[in-house]
């Protein structure tokens, strides 16, 4: 295998030293060299490989690889290969990043990021360049509202999709006085205002925009703030590192057993390990649960932990998706890359039967997908119901809406 | 700046040509890749003019980077201001308000704290810019019309263009790169380099420090603002994380490796750098692994960075050409004529040092136009009067008048500027500078400002003049382009009179000029001081009796901070008290 | 704010604090007495936290973890010094921070290879489970304040060592004049090593004793770095008294900063320091450099 992968590009391709991500790098290179005649199809993967944000650039990376193993390793019947780019996670790196796979690599899709500044720099550059863009996380709304473009797509969610409902359905359960805490920083600004459009909308009333600076995870000043509030209940949006330490300070301080704690899904999503009993009870909305009782999640997560060895997440089901929608517009146009229009064309008309559930693209190429409402039990984000079915992100702004 | 080697201006004119050349043999990948670095390597270069020439390591010059962007994106926000007339300005101008703003405060500490506060002022910075709301958080703003260069309705440049982009780049390093030779040779450049390699000695010389760093910061700060503009022009795009610690690190980084002080180096690390960057981070997923051992590599065995390795390796081939200088004009006549009355009197001069009296109620008159030796034990307070007499110390109390005017506790420079020349007692000068510059610059503190940016300190001829002038009366004219460092123990100390010499002081305060001198060394610099009593006053701290009594007309005894004798020399040698207390010890020690 | 909300909020910027100042004691130290601004310091931070993880999952046990790790710190610590510190002594500041940079991206790859991306928790000893009760719905966890009590013990027995031991006669000396130590005649070499472990030790202790809460994750280190060269620098380079109130202001300034001044809680602490070293321009305990 070695001869034909450092054809492939010795230097743009990321190999994965893991043993998952040896398996399906095997996979897609191709063993019998006599169909390659044509050029292959080029995917720029700008994601996060290192450092913070590791663990969902991974995710997202192996379960794309899944999908298009799974589709025989072909794309509208063309090899293709993988370019990775590790993103760091640093938006003062994306837009050279990003010039680098459109420009330098002259990749025919491109797919990223996590982080919502990158995502910017990234869109801002794809608009120019005219490459089919797919976003795989990063939820900055801006990206699919005023920003938004004909070759950029989203296949992961809107910070405003995933947090409007939750505040709807707190609203429902008579909530009336809530206190909401998030980083400061625009993702999190862009959860707790959807959260208090939907909250008030339903009636209640949000007593304070708490906003820790970022990425600081010292939050003992905050939760004493909290409760000399003493509100109905608190709505939270972190992630990673800082979900676990929130979820588990607020359960030190003994404040979850008096001040229910709802979230965003991201508050227990890929964490509830770290998290342990600390998060049992909290209530959250997110686009996705493990415990989804759809028989696609069932086979999609099985296949997950045979390739990789790990649990899939939210964010493997966004890499999964995003390799469907590229295979079923690639077949659509039968592998001509260069036929933008048709491509774009294909992916509008894209419906899925994903992990998540059924959905498909708004006007301006937000998915429009059920918005779970999830609470910790027994270490499992357990659906409990469905907060809003079918949300659609408004696109405000967006030209092509 | 020394001169380069040959071979290094030639590898460099070379590479310019070659710059020049990309984009009409390069893809658009590597144009772009090539413009990205050339503003990188402008902004390591504006660092370089702190950090290897200023001697202020700042952990911070990534946030003047990110204002120059986000002056851009902040003017161009409704597109309706997009010439580069306007927007560059202004975009050079803000960074230069917020270094000032910044230099203003920092400059106040020095080394590893200096490193912090600026940390600290990019920081609130990059908070400032993530927080508030209007400048688009932590998603960054777009710079949507990128600005034009347009004169009488004819645009002559659109950034939009690349290859017009990338000849903005272009001429914008080359620009800077020109810029700060030139101002590294003005007599600007010329103090801070001085400034670098000796601040106390700079300062003592009549230099205000204070002020040619906070320039030097100022400039440095304008010139990493216009590669932030560029960088933004360049993608469209500003994101607060250009103003972070990671950024300001990454740059820093840049210049290390590159090597420090040589203005070309950083250029080359730049490129080094991004190259590697881009190479490794193909390679393998763990890359910073490799990129870590790079670095180690580097610290390890290239400790002067890549342009220290070039230097090395060609220097041996073609060796240094020494400078051509100004010629010798005829030397200006010093004021010969003795001045009669006091031309500095203390009175009640008082310094104590945590609960310690160093020197106490020394009221003390010296006349113009003699030799006063003060003398007294080990501990007595001898220098710490003379570093209040200098300005080095703040007495505690009393009054310093020189010629009349009350200098007490004023900085050095400014009692130096007022004819007050010293030296120390650990022989103070500028080592890896030759004799001559070493006295140019002393020279050059005589001049009414050494702010001047632009035209060499080499041309300036009242310099060259005092400077070799200086040299020759202390017998060192033929080493005039030796290094200091070259130079003999009792040369050094020669050295270091010329250089007060060439300040042409009225007042020369000397602090043990024989210590640590061989027989035969003593006996020139006692000549040498001789001579110079002629046209001079001298205040002098010294152990050698022999020598005292030789030279000085006055002496000053002091004991444990006390004076407890002034005088005419014959007088106070008589005086029982002092043969008591201090001489009659000598003798019976000796 | 009620005065019971301040007592509180006194409590947790105090508890802050003392976690900070195991950090920077070592920082300090390091700092003040071998010259050497160490950037990889946090990585020791992240280390120990990794270390605490790791054997707790394999011993079941945090305390038995900590027996282990400490130790095991303590030897990284010595190799650390003895195989890249030591070559810098004699050099510019610079080429220390370059270096220890570069020791930053090879800990962080160490870390991934052997321990994942993964955000992983810390399982507490049962014995430390709980919390007190303070108001009726303000509580405090047993654990913050067993950390605490830790943290004033190291500190006093630093206190202890420094001003009763002859090693501590010799950072003393160190720290305020560090040609004075060679002039003695001490074994330099010997007292940088243990000055150095033990300033990696300190620290790994704090990553272990704030696995628990923080949990464990990449890029820990870094996080926790820029925030105590903060507290040294306002402390004063080589003052173990500066870093201990230096770390009491940060974490007073932190928690009150985020409760009285929302809006600017991300700049407190900068402009704290920038404010400390206006006024005093070597920080509250330096000593005046050479």
Redesign the interface.
């Given at each position: 295998m070695t001869d034909m992968q450092r054809k492939i590009s010795r230097r743009e391709l990321l190999k994965n030293t893991t043993a998952a991500g040896l398996a399906t790098a095997t996979a897609f290179v191709p063993m019998h060299p006599a169909i390659a005649q044509q050029a292959k199809v080029k995917i720029g993967l700008l994601l996060p490989y290192?450092?913070?944000y590791?663990?969902l650039g991974?995710n997202i990376t192996d379960a794309m690889k899944l999908g298009l193993a799974e589709a025989g390793n072909r794309l509208g019947g063309r090899e293709f290969e993988l370019v990775q780019l590790d993103s760091e996670a640093d938006p003062a790196k994306a837009a050279a990043n990003t010039n680098k796979l459109i420009v330098g690599a002259k990749v025919d899709f491109l797919s990223g990021p996590v982080h919502s500044g990158v995502a910017m720099a990234m869109a801002k550059i794809a608009r120019e360049e005219g490459t089919i863009t797919i976003i795989s996380n990063a939820g900055a709304n801006a990206v699919t509202r005023e920003m938004c473009g004909p070759n950029i797509f989203r296949t992961s969610f809107s910070n405003w999709q995933v947090c409007f409902p939750m505040g709807t359905e707190m609203a429902r359960r008579g909530l009336k006085r809530v206190v909401s805490v998030t980083w400061?920083y625009a993702a999190g600004k862009e959860m707790i205002g959807a959260f208090r459009e939907g909250f008030e909308k339903g009636g209640g009333a949000v007593l304070k925009e708490?906003?820790?600076?970022?990425?600081?995870?010292?939050f003992?000043?905050?939760l004493?703030?909290i409760?000399?509030l003493?509100p109905d209940a608190v709505f939270a949006f972190f992630a990673?590192?800082g979900a676990?330490?929130f979820v588990?300070?607020y359960a030190?301080?003994?404040?979850k057993a008096?001040i229910p704690l709802y979230g965003a899904g991201f508050l227990t999503d890929?964490?509830l390990?770290?998290?342990?009993s600390a998060a049992e009870g909290v209530f959250t909305t997110l686009h996705y649960a493990d415990g989804l009782k759809a028989p696609a999640n069932t086979r999609f997560r099985e296949a997950f932990k045979k390739a990789t060895g790990r649990d899939a997440d939210v964010y493997a089901v966004q890499g999964y998706d995003t390799a469907q929608l590229l295979i079923g517009a690639m077949a659509k146009v039968k592998g001509d890359s260069g036929a933008t229009k048709a491509l774009i064309g294909a992916m509008e008309q894209a419906r899925f039967d994903s992990p998540r559930g059924q959905w498909h693209f708004s006007k301006s190429h937000n998915p429009v997908q059920d918005v779970y409402l999830r609470e910790v039990r027994n270490g499992d984000n357990a659906v409990i119901g469905v907060a809003q079915k079918a949300v659609s992100d408004p696109g405000t702004g967006c030209g092509t809406a | 700046m020394p001169s380069l080697p040959r071979a290094i201006l030639i590898l460099l004119a070379v590479a310019t040509i070659a710059l020049a050349a990309v984009p009409f043999v390069g893809d658009r990948f590597h144009v772009q890749l090539i413009t990205q670095i050339m503003v990188l390597a402008t902004f390591a270069m504006s660092l370089d003019l702190l950090?290897g020439f200023t001697g202020l390591?700042s952990f911070g010059h990534a946030a003047f980077y990110g204002l120059g962007g986000y002056s851009l994106a902040i003017l161009t926000r409704d597109a309706s201001l997009v010439s580069m007339w306007a927007t560059l300005p202004l975009a050079i101008i803000a960074c230069g308000v917020a270094a000032a703003a910044i230099g203003c405060?920092s400059i106040?500490?020095?080394?590893?704290?200096f490193?912090?506060?600026t940390?600290?002022?990019a920081?609130?910075a990059y908070?400032?810019f993530?927080?508030a709301r209007g400048f688009g958080g932590s998603d960054g703003l777009y710079i949507n019309a990128k600005p034009q260069l347009s004169v009488a309705g004819v645009t002559l440049l659109n950034l939009h263009n690349r290859t017009a982009l990338y000849y903005v780049v272009f001429t914008v390093l080359v620009g800077s790169a020109v810029f700060l030779w030139v101002l590294l040779r003005s007599p600007f450049g010329q103090v801070i380099t001085a400034m670098r390699s000796n601040e106390g000695r700079t300062r003592a010389l009549g230099f205000p420090i204070g002020r040619y760093k906070f320039v030097s910061f100022c400039l440095a700060g304008m010139l990493a603002g216009l590669a932030g503009y560029l960088g933004a022009v360049q993608f469209g795009y500003v994101n607060p994380a250009h103003m972070a610690?990671r950024e300001s690190?990454r740059v820093?980084?840049v210049v290390?490796?590159g090597g420090?002080g040589t203005l070309f180096g950083p250029v080359l690390g730049a490129f080094v750098f991004v190259f590697l960057e881009d190479l490794l981070s193909g390679l393998t997923e763990?890359w910073?692994?490799i990129?870590?051992?790079?670095?180690?590599a580097?610290?390890?065995l290239l400790?002067n960075g890549i342009a220290g390795l070039l230097l090395r390796l060609t220097r041996n081939s073609s060796g240094v050409r020494p400078s051509d200088d100004a010629v010798i004009e005829a030397p200006r006549m010093l004021d010969v004529t003795a001045r009669s009355g006091p031309i500095l009197e203390t009175e009640s001069l008082t310094k104590r040092f945590a609960g310690l009296v160093a020197v106490n109620l020394a009221s003390l008159r010296f006349e113009a136009g003699k030799v006063h030796a003060v003398i007294g034990p080990n501990g007595a307070g001898k220098t710490t009067l003379i570093n209040m007499l200098s300005g080095e110390l703040s007495p505690t109390d009393g009054h310093i008048r020189y010629k009349g005017i009350d200098i007490t506790g004023r900085s050095p420079d400014f009692i130096s500027r007022l004819g007050v020349g010293r030296s120390f007692q650990v022989t103070n000068i500028y080592p890896s500078l030759s004799c001559l510059q070493n006295c140019r610059i002393a020279a050059q503190s005589r001049l009414p400002s050494s702010m001047r940016f632009f035209r060499p300190a080499s041309q300036l001829a009242k310099v060259a003049c005092s400077a070799h002038f200086a040299l020759d009366r202390c017998g060192l004219a033929a080493r005039c382009h030796e290094p200091a460092s070259a130079l003999s123990h009792g040369d050094r100390r020669k050295l270091e009179i010329a250089m007060v010499l060439a300040t042409d002081p009225e007042l020369f305060l000397l602090d043990e000029p024989l210590a640590g001198m061989g027989a035969q060394e003593g006996r020139e610099i006692l000549r040498l001081l001789k001579a110079i009593a002629r046209d001079h006053t001298l205040i002098l701290i010294e152990h050698d009796m022999d020598a005292v009594f030789a030279i000085a007309d006055t002496l000053t005894v002091m004991v444990n901070g006390e004076v407890i004798a002034a005088g005419p020399v014959d007088q106070v040698r008589a005086d029982r008290a002092v043969q008591d207390a201090y001489l009659g010890h000598r003798d019976a020690a000796e | 704010?009620?005065p019971g909300?301040i007592a509180?909020?006194l409590l947790?910027?105090l508890?802050?604090g003392l976690l900070l100042f195991l950090i920077a004691a070592g920082l300090t130290l390091i700092?003040g007495i071998l010259g050497v601004?160490n950037l990889a310091h946090g990585s020791f931070y992240m280390i120990g936290a990794y270390l605490a993880y790791w054997l707790s999952e394999k011993t079941g046990s945090l305390v038995l973890a900590v027996a282990v790790a400490l130790p095991a710190s303590l030897m990284l610590g010595w190799l650390v010094e003895r195989f890249?510190i030591s070559?810098?002594y004699q050099?510019d500041?610079?080429?220390q921070?370059?270096?220890t940079?570069?020791?930053?991206?090879?800990f962080?790859?160490?870390q991934?290879?052997l321990w994942?991306?993964?955000?992983?928790?810390v399982?507490l000893p049962t014995a430390l489970v709980g919390?007190v009760?303070l108001t009726e719905?303000?509580?405090?966890?047993v654990?913050?304040l067993f950390i605490s009590a830790v943290c004033i013990l190291v500190a006093v027995g630093m206190y202890l060592v420094i001003h009763g031991t002859r090693i501590g006669m010799m950072i003393r000396a160190g720290s305020s004049n560090r040609e004075m130590v060679q002039l003695l005649g001490i074994d330099v070499g010997r007292l940088f090593s243990i000055v150095f472990s033990a300033g990696a030790a300190l620290t790994a202790l704090a990553g272990m004793l704030a696995a628990p809460?923080?949990?464990?994750?990449?890029?820990?280190g870094e996080?926790v770095l820029?925030i105590s060269?903060?507290v040294v620098?306002i402390g004063g380079?080589g003052s173990i008294k500066g870093a201990f109130i230096g770390s009491m202001m940060i974490g007073l300034a932190?928690?009150?900063g985020?409760?009285v001044v929302?809006?600017l809680?991300?700049?407190v602490v900068?402009?704290l320091?920038?404010a400390v070293?206006?006024w005093r321009?070597?920080?509250l305990f330096?000593v005046k450099?050479s």
């Open positions: 290192t450092g913070t590791a663990a991974h400061n708490i906003l820790v600076p970022f990425p600081n995870v010292e003992q000043a905050n004493t703030e409760a000399s003493k990673g590192a676990v330490k588990k300070d030190e301080a003994g404040l008096r890929g964490t390990r770290a998290q342990g | 950090v390591v405060l106040r500490t020095s080394g590893v704290y490193i912090m506060i940390l600290a002022f920081q609130m908070y400032f993530n927080d610690w690190g820093l980084m290390i490796l420090t763990h910073l692994m990129m870590g051992a790079f670095v180690v580097v610290v390890l400790p | 704010m009620d909300a509180i909020q947790n910027g508890q802050y700092f601004i890249a070559f810098l050099r500041h610079l080429h921070v370059l270096l940079y570069g020791l930053i991206l090879i962080n790859e160490f991934r290879i994942g991306n993964d955000v992983h928790g399982v919390v009760q719905l303000q509580s405090y966890p654990y913050r809460i923080n949990s464990v994750y990449p890029g820990m996080n820029i060269f903060v620098v380079i932190d928690t009150f985020k409760v929302p809006e809680s991300s700049m900068y402009a320091m920038a070293l206006l321009p070597r920080g330096g450099a």
